[in-house]
């Protein structure tokens, strides 16, 4: 399996700034690895909510996430502010394939990269359910390819 090489800015289209935190660092003295996956959360629920598309505490659809990966590039340390990148690679009945990336503020080239895929479920009975189509017209803009 080939690392994949760093993607830049011009991949993505939507950013968030994220301010990293003192806890963030661990005994290495850069952001621990997990706390990437928190960035992924943090930009594709941003998006969700600004679009009006999520009701994280009484909206009947809710997702979960099946699948991670990341891979690392270049090491983020506090008190540094990224700026996290969000599209789309696959919008599908009932999932969507996000794609995140990891950059220094103001930098080029991805400090890390990877993926999400959220089923979307009832909430109640968490099984899937059909993207509503308010959700897939605010994730179109996303989408790439």
């Known amino acids: 399996m080939s690392?994949?090489?760093p993607k830049t800015r011009a991949d993505y289209p939507h950013f968030l700034t994220i301010p990293t935190r003192w806890s963030d660092n661990d005994v290495y003295g850069h952001v621990n690895n997990?706390?990437?996956y928190s960035y992924f959360d943090t930009v594709v629920n941003e998006y969700l909510m600004r679009s009006g598309v999520l009701d994280f505490e009484h909206g009947e659809t809710i997702g979960l996430v099946v699948?991670?990966?990341?891979?690392y590039f270049?090491?983020?340390?506090?008190?540094?502010r990224i700026d996290a990148g969000l599209r789309v690679a696959k919008l599908g009945t009932t999932s969507?394939?996000?794609e995140v990336a990891i950059?220094?503020?103001?930098?080029?080239?991805?400090a890390a990269q990877g993926h999400f895929v959220h089923v979307?479920?009832?909430?109640?009975?968490r099984r899937p359910v059909k993207l509503p189509e308010?959700?897939?017209a605010a994730l179109k803009p996303l989408v790439i390819g």
Do not use: L
Request: net charge negative; proline share 5%.
């Open 3 to 5: 690392k994949p090489s």
């Open 34 to 36: 997990v706390v990437y």
């Open 67 to 71: 699948e991670t990966q990341c891979n």
């Open 74 to 80: 270049a090491s983020i340390v506090f008190p540094e």
């Open 96 to 98: 969507v394939r996000y």
């Open 103 to 110: 950059f220094s503020e103001g930098g080029e080239q991805a």
């Open 120 to 125: 979307y479920v009832d909430r109640e009975t």
């Open 134 to 136: 308010a959700f897939v």
